[in-house]
């Protein structure tokens, strides 16, 4: 069985793109499927067209839609994490800078689960 993955990135660089300080103004999420030994079937660079760039709605509404098992980011606002944890789509906070090195991290089992949102997230 294969897992889906969004990470928030700032370009469209595929295994090197650079993971995006802010989750919800990422220019782009990397959706990554995994094999059930960890290796990549499939990567997606999927702009993000939610109202922060003059689309239509937010985040984590845009990540909901590519169905995800999982979002690896370095933090989200409340709202965001709230409406994950709802939909039983796991949370994971990493450190690392790019998407490969997230992967090896996820594949390692050496994420943690994201579980306070951040406080400095701004709302409109």
């Not at 965001?80 to 089992?109: C, G, H, P, R």
Request: charge should be negative; glycine fraction near 8%; aromatic fraction near 8%.
């Amino acid at each position: 069985m294969s897992v889906r993955i969004v990470i928030p990135v700032e370009d469209t660089n595929g295994l090197d793109a650079r993971l995006s300080q802010h989750f919800g103004r990422a220019p782009y999420f990397a959706v990554v499927e995994l094999d059930e030994n960890g290796n990549v079937l499939n990567l997606q660079m999927v702009p993000n067209e939610s109202e922060h760039f003059g689309g239509m709605g937010r985040p984590p509404e845009i990540i909901m839609s590519l169905r995800p098992n999982a979002v690896i980011t370095y933090g989200m606002g409340f709202r965001a994490l709230n409406m994950f944890q709802s939909a039983n789509v796991a949370v994971l906070q990493t450190s690392k800078d790019f998407v490969k090195d997230v992967i090896e991290a996820y594949n390692k089992d050496e994420l943690v689960e994201l579980t306070e949102g951040c406080h400095h997230a701004r709302h409109r």
